[in-house]
């Protein structure tokens, strides 16, 4: 393995990028993104060697970390123009779309669909950090589907990045992760939304916010061009999610109002147990 | 000032006096607690130097710091307790009913109503730390209607704890940390119960979550003893609050049942401004 193409040079791409060039430095990384700034940031900042728009030739594994509505095109695009030795990655936060698009390709054997649970609310290859993906959770979905040998350089590289593989299927992934992380990002904007509106009537209203506001608030500073076409992508389960959380919002709602002091503690003390749960996952 | 009492020896309350202490050393801190392993733990921590269930004669500031449900009758007994030399500050997460309390009572000038904005989602003297309440803001309300000699005192703690002061009415504070910090801590009580409720069906759920789950819920693990009493001390507000959040998150609701994308992202765009706003704060 000498040649890693990178599609998408931004948090992720950028960080897959850093992490890899500091435990394997002798790789040659070229990379592109359509976004022309991103590009010449990534340049500048060491995340390629070499910027190409197509695939060079000798590349042993592309990776494909764009937003989730361009990854099924670029995906079949890039099938199409590499040789039989190389592997195809993408790293997109929905898989079960994507993984159908491509389920009956003669290639198919070449691409290999994963995610990793890393991010930050920022994005863009200026955010990119060489230890953002170490010690993180990597989902490879139908990875049967993958050839033996092709994988085993997907394995290489997660191992040295140091990332943790688990194995589902496409369907699973996007219900689970509309749970704990689509929904999240939904909450935390709409609670960014409610006190900027609320913002209009008193202006100094942040002043009075703390760690916990900074803390649910935070996601909601994440990328719209990287969230909406998620929401797209995995509209029935977010939907479900969504559809669960305010059923849950409406019950506690009229707990409060109807002042039951002593069922909103049990209830809290019930849910204070995702603390050990959360935990236990350290 | 040389003697400090502290009722409610938790989170606040803790951390107030080792913050104290490293800064004036020289004071001598008595406190209890109703809990008598956090009363333990406190003394054997050195949150305090004694333990005492009186005010001793000779205190110059008493701090409450405890549940909000317990303030209102605390503070009118600690007011009949003291000499007319004696501060009262409580630390309360609500102000305009304890206010209210105490706006004719004969020694209403000796009590000074004060909520600093710091906390974590841990609770009891074990959660305690020197660094706390650093550079926090501080909000005292009704600063006009407590002694002028006696406010001194509070100024230099508060000055000696490297805190910023924040003026305002009880309403106002109320209306305000209803938005900022009451509606964040329900959000995150109510995501940790969608995805526990979720969990039932797949046990593996949590090996997904990231980082931003871990944000979003990290509330969820604040104590309800604290928490149950906040959302019945500002019902009103907290209703008020959740009610938008709820019909901020159906309007939301039905822009991913419609697939409109980019209505999507310009809501999201919108809202991204919160993080300079948030950014401005530092």
Redesign the interface.
């Known amino acids: 393995m000498k040649n890693i193409h990178i599609i998408g040079l931004g948090l992720l791409g950028g960080s897959f990028s850093l992490a890899l060039k500091k435990v394997k430095p002798e790789l040659k990384i070229t990379g592109f993104d359509a976004n022309l700034n991103h590009l010449k940031d990534a340049h500048t900042l060491g995340i390629i060697d070499e910027a190409s728009e197509d695939i060079p030739q000798d590349t042993d594994v592309v990776i494909l970390a764009t937003p989730v509505?361009s990854l099924e095109k670029l995906l079949i695009k890039a099938l199409e123009e590499v040789g039989e030795n190389t592997l195809l990655i993408d790293f997109g936060s929905t898989k079960e779309a994507l993984c159908k698009s491509v389920a009956d390709h003669p290639k198919r054997a070449q691409f290999l669909a994963g995610h990793p649970?890393?991010?930050?609310?920022y994005s863009g290859p200026k955010a990119a950090k060489d230890d953002l993906l170490e010690k993180?959770?990597f989902?490879i979905c139908e990875m049967e589907k993958t050839d033996v040998h092709l994988k085993g350089m997907a394995y290489d590289i997660f191992e040295a990045l140091n990332m943790k593989l688990?194995f589902m299927d496409p369907e699973?992934?996007d219900?689970?992760?509309a749970?704990?992380?689509h929904?999240?990002?939904?909450?935390?904007?709409?609670?960014?939304?409610?006190?900027?509106?609320?913002?209009a009537d008193?202006k100094?209203?942040?002043?009075?916010?703390?760690?916990?506001?900074?803390?649910?608030?935070?996601?909601?500073?994440?990328s719209?061009?990287m969230?909406?076409?998620i929401?797209?992508a995995n509209?029935e389960n977010?939907?479900e999610?969504?559809?669960?959380?305010?059923a849950?919002?409406?019950v506690?709602?009229e707990k409060?109002?109807s002042?039951d002091?002593?069922e909103?503690?049990?209830?809290?003390?019930?849910?204070?147990?995702?603390?050990d749960?959360?935990d236990?996952?350290k």
């Open positions: 509505d649970i890393a991010g930050t609310e993180k959770v989902i688990r699973e992934h219900r689970h992760l749970f704990v992380s929904l999240s990002h939904i909450s935390s904007f709409m609670l960014g939304k409610t006190v900027l509106d609320k913002m008193d100094n209203i942040f002043d009075m916010a703390g760690s916990g506001f900074a803390s649910t608030v935070r996601l909601a500073k994440s719209p061009g969230w909406a076409p929401m797209q509209k977010i939907l999610s969504l559809d669960a959380y305010i849950n919002l409406q506690f709602r409060i109002h002042g002091t002593s909103l503690s049990s209830e809290m003390n019930e849910i204070n147990k995702i603390g749960i959360l236990l996952g």
